[in-house]
């Protein structure tokens, strides 16, 4: 069945059932003209992002439930990013009338899923029909000490988490592959080996970086938030963020290319694409992962890879080289 | 200019100048990965909008800045329908790489009127390029007492703000004239007499209906909020609209026709299009009315139309013949 057959109410009431919640902060949900939240002591925090088809994501390689799952992630990253946490969600779908039921289901369950993972409740929304598939979520956090992106010093350490660049080398692969990969039906998916990339790479190189593209998780900031001085989630590539850090607060920055953390499987990735895995791993976008400056220290799942300077952005090589950049990563409406 | 040559950081850019503010309950804008907003003791009110170009409004005849202030009104709507103070705004924009840099200032120009009309603040936003326009509004209100859709009891009252069909009818009379009438120009646009409909039905007449589905002013609720048991605004239409509160309520209602308010434009403008006045002030969309219930009393803008029963929805006509009707109004996705 098509979403033209079943109506824009009956698609309002399916979301109305399957959303409904009771919780304390959560006076009323879904179904009013509004939502209402009970009144809370924290600093409230708000981020909206958008997803449009053949723009953010391609349905010949993204499911909906991923779509669904990753929606949540990228808005729960912005809150992540801020020290907050998560609560509340807002969804505007748009699709076109022969988008089928059973896809706008499976997408469901994708954000169903992110919101149980990171505790978020389904509280508002709106319904439209449009040609392209449009995905617009607005989040709302708390957190007692935000951690702006401002708040960086000569002199501070930078720290990423994870291994930046596995989204972007996840992506490259994808779009060779052009094929769903429904890493959601299992923990381990036993998918037929493929005749091209996966038959070299073997799906262990494969499967997490097409995962960090696909279903991406925001990193949580519990370990951080209380140490960092300046904070931000890594959606347009590594540089590009950095550079947002040090524009908002005034500085410069140092980074070692050295200690740039490279995934094992995405450097075995680049060799096959014959990519610097330097390269992603600077630049790649839709990494979630989280940029911090912390005056000192050591943090569980983070690597210091430079230091805060007065002014300007310095790349430093293996052999010690320095040189200048600036920032690089993908803008929307860039001739 | 073109979007595609300006890019979405400088767009952001633009954006970030534009809305920048500070006030009390603000502590961070535009410009983090989050807004931070000072905790406050009312209960929050969460509300999100969609326009989709072709399915919400048609370029052909609505100008970006009208676009721009509607979308501010239709969302303030919704948080005025519970009886609350809208404040903060996030609004996500997509639109094609060949959308004209003028049209795009022209559209936040409409936005920051609606905003200052209502004393809100833009606080968040996101950016993308997309086939078709694209905007996405989530708002953020308070109120102490939220007036929800599901408190009305049989013998309350029902009662109608303004006159309802108004926008429906202006949208009859666009989609005849085919073209843009910029009555955010001046106060009394002195546009050339037109051939067709104008020439017949004069601005006095034209101009009331076509401004209230094109810059629809969303109607404050401080008058009726404290009397009213259930409220909702007029997006649907009065009578889908109605049965919303009958359904959440758990009763029915009877409205009488001859109670219904025509404003004597429409009632000229129904006959010049050959339509029941009745049809478009019971069944069309996007009057941003405010539709309540209450016990008895008088409200000053406001009519009383009929009043809450039992079950089931009645039409009583002049003779005093009453027939069942159900609810009646656009759906997206209706085959």
New interface residues.
Partial sequence: MR???????T?LDQLKRGFREKSRDL??GI????????????????????M?E???FDLRWTTPYQLGFKLVSVNVS??Y??G?RPR?M???F?AD?TFEMKDFKRLFDGVRAGLKKYGVSL??????????L?L?A?L??Y?SR?V???GARPGDLIYVTGSPGDSACGLMLLKKMKKRIEIERRANPDIKPDAGLVATLGWKTVLPLVKRHLMPSAVRPDRYAEAATA???ISDGLLMDLSRICK?SGTGARIYAENIPVSPEMRRAAAYLKTDPLEPALSGGEDYELLFTAPEGKFLGATCIGEITARGMQLVDAAGKRKNIGPRGY?????
Avoid: W, Y
């Fill in positions: 979403l033209a057959a079943a109506g824009e109410l698609l006076v009323l179904g009013d003209d509004c939502a209402v939240i009970r009144p809370a002591d924290e600093n409230m925090l708000l981020t909206t992002d958008m449009v053949g723009v953010h912005d809150i990013a801020m907050g509340f807002l969804l505007d748009a009338k509280v508002g929304g709106d319904i439209s029909s449009a040609g392209k449009v617009s607005t709302v956090g957190a935000p702006t992106r401002s904070m931000i989630d908002a803008q929307h409406f860039s001739a």
